[in-house]
């Protein structure tokens, strides 16, 4: 049995037939893999494309999805070994993971960090626990990372420009008003050094490197396809030749839950939105962002109204990309 | 590609077919039109009726709703066109709209006025950009009108009264402890006349006359059926001689959003309660209301419980109208 | 047509009968009792794994579950006859329940006790009302007593124990931080008494004595049974030889809604926790309590992880004996 935490797990070669499969489920959505079987979404954090695509994928093949908004509907839960549970929590991983195994066949877990001590919260400990206790598969419905948008995104960058190896991928830190969470921006870079892009990071300053985690992943996988891993705070390097631009906010791990003291380094990304200026110096790059996505913020209204713009397409595979993957955790489940 | 927004844009023949396509699955419930298909239910406003009649009935039907309730589950949306997104909405309503159009094969809405601007909101502000940019059909679940509702009391009176061509029908408005939403009374009006009633409203003074919009319409649509359209603050006179009573409470237009000076006119409807001795004056009339309903300040319990009360008929009929409405517009989508 | 309220009102072979079905339907999930229905589930307060066994266990019985929410996303609901509505709520339960009735074949209600006055809520007011007006089968999914957790218990009991006929049944009192609601310590002793066994209950003070309503129902079952039942508030006098421990913790009714005078007594059970110690006097007794459940608190993590823990294998089979209770309402309904 095997669980769906991170693309760090899943070698290129099963990347890739995830991404085969997703394809031919999105020209024949229809299918019987989860007939019989339940699902399980649980959803610490607000959701509009993911709880779709999944409840909706689930029924595509034959199965059924049930949704638990663990805020106010259930139960807060436990996660430390051994404990006195005499404060909030009424209920313990142990207890929780293994009831939802009974009921259902693969559980879905959306969970983001709390922005209080990233040491701790780099461990993602909420789905790292469910997994450890579910006698089921587990699914990130992101975390600290996201890898069904990773997926989603890939399947879109293939169909526009074919085999990506030796292709330049740039992830551009773009403006918003609030820090939020990595996980996009560490999924980006795991996906596309995985899949064999060149891939290059420009952010305003140094504080906004991600996690020594992802960034030596990313340049491990850059070196096994020969590629190259390359970070930057200059627009016009970063920008020149690419073939696939793709733009994350997030907030610089130094200042993780004081962010107080982020404030002059965020001021240099200032004019990091994306424009068709800075489009112009890339190879006719193709551009996308995860949704929810801030226009006129994060990418000017010219980019996004542009065929250029994946992101549509790419919400769209989260669908195909989902289905793809449970498909292939319960057949390794039923083994 | 077709909306059903308000049943403004749907002639009475086309009404009448959907009608009476709805009596068939009443007595024959289960049904493919939907198989396959996916039906996503947007509420921004709380529901019983409308998401149990709906979610029933998509499955009903063969198809699989999804239910997004869009208060904390989902992401707060920007509905104008070119906005700098630097405030509260982290997604435009140009994704939003296409990405669901893109998982689901129906998108239904539920966003009631806000009672700020009424001149803002008699546009229907957020509806109307989801079925603008939307590529599947859109649904009212109720906004600013109720055409759901419309259908589900027009079956119940053809039920009860046979062809209602030349009957005469009475919105009264009736007492509630708060202004209320003038969606069902805007309805109310819009389909009594479109299917050749006489329609009288009885109000506690000219303030509450309804939006010109609607006012207008049911006057036109009065004069193209020979019907007669007319205005009371007479109680007698309102009464006398009805065949269908329809009970609803709203809030005066010119105090929108500034309620305080309303409660003088108000006052004046303090004794419009439908009871006996008002009912003792119509020619054996039925009476309704959309539900939820308060009893005794609305409709006297001697009335809700006599065979004259149509509402728990009316509330069971959305499930039939809803259904029948939903096979059209998938046909008309896939035609 | 019957609800299912209560086991007060379903005879011992009643209920076996039930057990023995959820056995067969353990081993065979998939049915299509409820084929072209739909079950209405109504929360009130938070759950896991009655929305999830619910929900779950509709679908393979091959009906369609809806999830009402009743906070935020509903109508507040009046209850009393006769009522002029004046206040907060919009809607009677006469028009939600016969509505509700029109579109679902069976509604299950979740709804706690609100801790204020136990005169009027050992009534249970809620689900009694919807009970006599709903033209459709009511389960309680708790309330003030909680029948299909005694069932999922029961079941337990005997894949463990075999017939449980004269075997010792502890009802032990266990410490938590705060007063709860005594529906499955009702529960425990109503299910136990009524299949034969000997139930005896632990109680730090007389003040925790459950409702004479349900002692005197439990003793009239050991009764009709040839079994014994009684009430100690001596550890080791309680554990002697018994078979089954079953715990949970609830606050005293005669400070029911003004907890503050009930701390001396609660601290008389301050070293009530299932531990290693007390299970030794047992006779190899099985352990269980209803989920969710605070780890060394009430039980300790080694009897947790003991094989004599049941508690999981409980909660599992509420989806088998809440199918197989579906199922037999639907053919009565039917039938």
Same mark, same amino acid.
């Given at each position: 049995m095997r669980h769906f935490l991170s693309t760090e797990d899943w070698s290129r070669n099963e990347l890739q037939s995830i991404? !085969?499969?997703?394809?031919?489920?999105?020209s024949s959505p229809m299918g019987d893999a989860l007939k019989g079987k339940s699902v399980a979404l649980m959803f610490f954090n607000p959701s509009l494309r993911t709880r779709s695509s999944f409840?909706?994928?689930?029924?595509?093949?034959?199965?059924?999805?049930?949704?638990?908004?663990?805020?106010?509907?259930?139960?807060?839960?436990?996660f430390e070994e051994g404990?006195?549970? !005499?404060?909030?929590?009424?209920?313990?991983?142990?207890?929780?993971?293994?009831? +939802?195994?009974? =009921?259902? !066949? +693969?559980?879905?877990?959306?969970?983001?960090?709390?922005?209080?001590?990233?040491?701790?919260?780099?461990?993602?400990?909420?789905?790292?626990? =469910?997994?450890?206790?579910?006698?089921?598969?587990?699914?990130?419905?992101?975390?600290?990372?996201?890898?069904?948008?990773?997926?989603a995104m890939m399947l879109a960058l293939q169909d526009r420009h074919g085999d990506v190896s030796g292709k330049d991928f740039l992830l551009t830190w773009v403006p918003h008003p609030k820090p939020l969470n990595t996980a996009v921006a560490n999924s980006a870079v795991l996906m596309a050094s995985k899949m064999g892009m060149n891939v290059r990071m420009l952010i305003p300053d140094e504080v906004y490197e991600l996690d020594e985690r992802y960034m030596d992943a990313a340049e491990r996988f850059c070196g096994e396809n020969n590629a190259r891993f390359s970070v930057t705070t200059n627009v016009e390097e970063a920008y020149a030749?690419?073939?696939?631009? =793709?733009?994350?906010?997030?907030?610089?791990?130094?200042? =993780?839950?004081?962010?107080?003291?982020?404030?002059?380094y965020r001021a240099k990304g200032a004019g990091f939105m994306i424009d068709d200026a800075k489009m112009a110096l890339t190879d006719?790059?193709?551009?996308?962002?995860?949704?929810?996505?801030?226009?006129?913020?994060?990418?000017? !209204?010219?980019?996004?109204?542009?065929?250029?713009?994946?992101?549509?397409?790419?919400?769209?595979?989260?669908?195909?990309?989902?289905?793809?993957?449970?498909?292939?955790?319960?057949?390794?489940?039923?083994?």
């Open positions: 991404l !085969d499969r997703a394809r031919e489920l999105r409840d909706i994928g689930v029924h595509q093949l034959g199965g059924h999805a049930i949704i638990l908004d663990a805020q106010g509907q259930t139960w807060p839960v436990e404990a006195v549970m !005499d404060g909030g929590p009424e209920e313990h991983v142990k207890e929780a993971a293994r009831v +939802l195994s009974r =009921y259902a !066949d +693969l559980i879905a877990i959306r969970c983001f960090p709390k922005f209080q001590d990233w040491e701790a919260e780099r461990e993602d400990p909420l789905i790292t626990a =469910y997994a450890k206790h579910a006698t089921v598969p587990v699914i990130n419905m992101e975390t600290i990372v996201h890898p069904c948008q990773e997926l030749g690419a073939h696939a631009v =793709y733009a994350k906010s997030w907030g610089a791990l130094p200042f =993780y839950g004081a962010w107080e003291g982020e404030a002059p006719n790059a193709t551009v996308s962002h995860c949704l929810p996505m801030r226009r006129n913020v994060k990418i000017a !209204d010219s980019v996004v109204d542009s065929p250029a713009f994946l992101g549509i397409e790419e919400a769209e595979n989260r669908l195909h990309v989902q289905k793809a993957m449970m498909e292939r955790l319960v057949q390794d489940s039923d083994g």
